[in-house]
C-alpha cells in the first residue's frame, strides 16, 4: 500500500480559482515537502513544514501541516495557467529516514 | 550558485548493458538521493547515500548499486539492463536527513531497448 496518499489524483480548474490537494499518511512525518513537476523534468521544491501547525506561503500557494504531523494541505488561491502541473509531496517516516512520495497530483488550469 | 546536476541528460542503452548515471549535489550538501520515476509509477526510492555511505536503499534488485564520492558527488550503476529500466532517474541533495530542504536535478532519462 502507499504510504503517502496524495488526492486527488487529478484536478482541471477554472483560471481564477482556488484549488486544495491533499497529503496523508498513516504514520507522524519528519519533514513534509512539497514539490511542483512539468512532465518528464525535475522537481521543483514548493516548501518544507517540520512542526505541527505550520503553515507556509509562497505567492498563490500555502501549505499546512495539521497537529498531528499526518496530512499536509496545499492550497493554490485563484490558480493561473502557469500553476498547472504535477505536485507531489514527500516526507520522511523516520527522524533517520529517507524521502518517499505519493504519487502525485495532476494540476490542469483552464484559460 | 549551482543546483543539482546530472549527467548525461539522456542516454539509450541495450538491454544487458550497464548503465552509469551522475549526480553533482549543491555545493555544501552531504546527502544524495536517487529516485526512479517509471512511466505511471510515481518516485521510487532508489539509494541515500551521506557522508560517503549507503545509509538506505529502497526494494530495488542488486544490480542497481551506486557510490559517493570524497567530494559527495555520486554515481549510479545500472548493471544488466532490462526493457522495464526505462526511466527517468532524479537525483536529489541536501545537508542530510529529513530536517533540511531537498532540491532536485533535472534528471537523466534512461530509454533501455
Known amino acids: 500500500s502507499q504510504e503517502l496518499e496524495q488526492s486527488p489524483q487529478s484536478l482541471i480548474v477554472q483560471e481564477g480559482k482556488n484549488l486544495t490537494i491533499n497529503c496523508t499518511s498513516s504514520k507522524t512525518l519528519y519533514g513534509l515537502y512539497w514539490y511542483k513537476q512539468k512532465y518528464g523534468e525535475g522537481l521543483i521544491f514548493l516548501m518544507m513544514l517540520q512542526k505541527g501547525g505550520e503553515e507556509k506561503s509562497h505567492e498563490k500557494i500555502t501549505a499546512k501541516l495539521d497537529e498531528k504531523k499526518q496530512q499536509s494541505s496545499l492550497h493554490i488561491t485563484a490558480s493561473q495557467p502557469s500553476h498547472a502541473g504535477i505536485y507531489l509531496c514527500g516526507a520522511a517516516l523516520s527522524s533517520q529516514g529517507n524521502l518517499i512520495f505519493g504519487k502525485g497530483t495532476k494540476l490542469s488550469v483552464k484559460p | 550558485e549551482a543546483g543539482v546536476t546530472q549527467s548525461p541528460t539522456h542516454l539509450i542503452k541495450t538491454r544487458g548493458q550497464q548503465a552509469t548515471l551522475r549526480c553533482s549535489p549543491i555545493?555544501?550538501?552531504?546527502?544524495v538521493y536517487w529516485y526512479q520515476q517509471a512511466l505511471g509509477l510515481g518516485l521510487q526510492f532508489l539509494l541515500w547515500y551521506d557522508e560517503g555511505e549507503e545509509r538506505n536503499r529502497g526494494n530495488f534488485p542488486p544490480r542497481f548499486s551506486g557510490r559517493q564520492f570524497p567530494n559527495y558527488s555520486s554515481e549510479l550503476n545500472v548493471n544488466a539492463l532490462e526493457l522495464e529500466d526505462s526511466a527517468l532517474y532524479l537525483c536529489?541533495?541536501?545537508?542530510?536527513?529529513?530536517?533540511?530542504?531537498?532540491?532536485f536535478g533535472q534528471g537523466t532519462r534512461l530509454t533501455v531497448v
Open positions: 555545493s555544501g550538501h552531504t546527502s
Open positions: 536529489a541533495s541536501n545537508w542530510g536527513g529529513p530536517r533540511t530542504e531537498a532540491f
